[in-house]
């Protein structure tokens, strides 16, 4: 199968270049067709584009990338629950109901001196909100930090936490399912069941690299189309900040140098 890239400055014509790829129908008229989108406005926005380019906008699902990365676990990964126990939301009542048997602990003196004469559980439950969503930023952007955490490396009070967490529900959180997703696909075949034909990332600024991983080892069984934001037809990719210009000039000179040899406009 491919991976394509398609780019552009206007997202009106990333709309056009979309709406001619999903001319091609896929093989199954029962089968939805996917399309990756960051927000429940660029839903509405694509549906439309579509629906004035075709007709009709109809049998399409846009899913939100960790929406469906997790329905890819699911289909290589058995017994994989619906909703995982690292979910925020799930994992904000967990922290809550850790925190108190481990606040007395040594290195959770912030902890305790933040919560210490609060009668409520609004402030508790507030701070247990604000650590289970870095945690899962974590879990998306610093899987290598969670690991080294779950192998007991580090003992200040967000490793120790985490430690206590996984103890009641193992491992099963996206950065080991990711792991585990990457290596069992390196072993099969050809095919992969239950995934869909075509898959189409639209205007999505930016993706952790779990989800291009993801996505680049899936592209083997289906075909993978990304439409991307594109600031100019050129490679802008090795464009200097003024304060790297300035270190580049200054480290060349000392090898005699011209500055308009280096490029770095």
Not at 86 to 99: A, N, S
Not at 136 to 163: C, K, S, T
Not at 174 to 189: D, I, Q, W, Y
């Amino acid at each position: 199968m491919t991976l394509r890239l398609f780019t552009s400055n206007r997202l009106e014509i990333l709309a056009d270049t979309l709406a001619e790829v999903l001319e091609e129908p896929i093989s199954s008229v029962l089968d939805d067709e996917i399309i990756l989108v960051q927000s429940k406005g660029m839903e509405r926005w694509v549906a439309m584009q579509l629906a004035q380019r075709h007709g009709i906008c109809a049998n399409y699902r846009f899913p939100f990338p960790n929406a469906f990365i997790h329905e890819i676990f699911q289909k290589v990964i058995t017994d994989l629950p619906e909703r995982s126990d690292f979910d925020p939301k799930i994992m904000t009542w967990r922290i809550m109901e850790l925190l108190p048997l481990c606040i007395r602990r040594h290195g959770f003196e912030s902890l305790r001196a933040y919560l210490e004469d609060t009668q409520r559980n609004l402030k508790s439950f507030q701070l247990s909100e604000r650590i289970a969503d870095t945690f899962d930023q974590y879990l998306l952007f610093r899987p290598e930090m969670i690991f080294r955490w779950e192998g007991g490396e580090e003992n200040h009070w967000q490793a120790v936490l985490w430690r206590e967490l996984v103890k009641e529900t193992g491992t099963m959180h996206r950065a080991a399912l990711g792991k585990a997703f990457l290596s069992a696909t390196e072993k099969l075949p050809t095919t992969l069941h239950g995934l869909p034909e075509r898959i189409s990332v639209f205007g999505i600024s930016t993706l952790p690299r779990l989800h291009i991983q993801m996505l680049e080892a899936i592209s083997r069984f289906c075909q993978i189309n990304l439409f991307l934001m594109n600031p100019c037809k050129e490679y802008w990719g090795d464009i200097l900040s003024d304060w790297e210009i300035k270190k580049t000039i200054g480290r060349e000179s000392k090898k005699d140098r011209a500055v308009d040899e280096l490029h770095l406009e």
